[in-house]
Structure formats: C-alpha cells, structure tokens
C-alpha cells in the first residue's frame, strides 16, 4: 500500500447523512476497510468491501468504490450523536496481514 | 471476544529514559502490531511480528525495537526516549491467513516524553 488520503475534520447535523471520503493510490488493493475510533478507545472494524464490487450496503452504512478514480466512500445515514468518532479507511492486498490506514476523518455531530 | 490489552493507558516518561509499552491478547493470534497514531498523519506502523520472536519493520522502527518472547506478548521498546516520540500508541492483532483482514485493536496507551 502507499499513501491514503482523507479529510480530516467533517462536521455534520445529527439526522442528516454523513459522507466520508478516501482516496488510495495502490490499484492492486484487494479490500478496502473503514475502521471506527471512538473517544479513548482503539480502532474497530465497521464494514469493508472487496474490490470487484461498486457498492455494499449495511444498515445504515453505505460503501461506494470507483476503482478507477481510486476512491473510496462511507455514507452514514440518519447521523447520531453515537456516531461521533474518527473514521479510518485502509487498504490491503490478499494474504497480506498488513494494511495502510488513511490520515482518519473526525466526524463531528451538530445537534 | 478478542480482547487486547494494553498496560498502560497513560505514561509520563522523561527524555533518555528506557520505555517498555506492553500488548497482550488473548486469542491465540499469530499476527501483533505496533502503531502510532498522530494527528494528520494517522496510522503508521512501527513493527509488526508473525510469530513467536519474529519481527518486521513497518514504516517507521527508528528510535524503536520489538520483543516477542511469548505468543500473546508484544512489547514495544523505546531504548532512549525523545520528545518527537510522545504520540499514542496502539497495538493490535489477526490470525494468520485470514481475509478480509480484521485488526483487533488495544485502548492505546498515550505516552507523553518531557
């Protein structure tokens, strides 16, 4: 993996949809990951997507790819205050344990 | 559950001293990690060990080393601490051979070096 890049600050009022961008740069990247950080606490997987597909849906999550602009997004929908965290997106390559993390996005809610 | 422990959650430590920053895990992973986690520059990896007494560098070793004498123990070394090395500092673990890749991650320990 080589650089991954995302905003860092986003500011977003609760109920409204929250969109998280990441843009990566190795197209040989099997999965793509976002990972959540909560105040005081480690990174936790929240949802990932494999690279052969454009869209996964999860609940309130949405992950969108554009494999060839390199660029990866979550949507949350209907923002919470428990939404409230650092978002990380990674990337990694099959049978590779190891993943580059983005810069990390801290998601703000404005109640 | 995988639960990583971290044993401290905050450390104060003076410049030029020895720190030892201590991860254990409880599942049986064959994969530990080091990573330190700053501002704007989000996670880099500073080692990583695939097995008992195993070790790789990650992106950024200089100023650290690495001990893994036990499987559920990773402990990270900072042989003569600097200021540019207070940053928080997370560990975390997989099983070898997985995919999609999901890290377990540790609380962090904040270490702070005057």
């Known amino acids: 993996g080589e650089d991954v890049e995302q905003s860092l600050f986003l500011s977003v009022r609760e109920g409204d949809s929250s969109v998280i961008n990441c843009t990566y740069t190795d197209s040989s990247s099997t999965y793509l990951y976002w990972y959540k950080q909560e105040p005081g606490a480690g990174l936790q997987l929240l949802t990932y997507i494999f690279s052969n597909m454009d869209m996964k849906q999860d609940q309130r999550l949405t992950v969108l790819l554009n494999k060839k602009d390199k660029h990866l997004s979550l949507r949350i929908a209907d923002t919470q205050t428990g939404d409230s965290a650092i978002y990380f997106c990674?990337?990694?390559?099959?049978?590779?344990?190891?993943?580059?993390f983005g810069t990390g996005t801290r998601l703000t809610i404005i109640p | 559950d995988v639960k990583v422990t971290q044993s401290s959650r905050y450390l104060v430590k003076r410049t030029g001293e020895k720190v030892f920053l201590e991860c254990v895990q409880d599942m049986d992973h064959e994969n530990m990690f080091w990573y330190r986690q700053d501002p704007g520059l989000g996670l880099r990896l500073i080692y990583f060990?695939?097995?008992?007494?195993?070790?790789e560098k990650g992106d950024i070793p200089e100023g650290y080393s690495v001990s893994r004498e036990k499987k559920e123990r990773f402990s990270l070394i900072l042989e003569s601490a600097s200021t540019n090395q207070t940053s928080m500092y997370l560990c975390a673990t997989i099983r070898g051979g997985t995919d999609p890749v999901e890290q377990f991650f540790g609380p962090g320990t904040r270490l702070t070096v005057l």
């Open positions: 060990s695939y097995d008992v007494k195993m070790k």
């Open positions: 990674a990337e990694g390559l099959f049978g590779n344990e190891k993943l580059t």
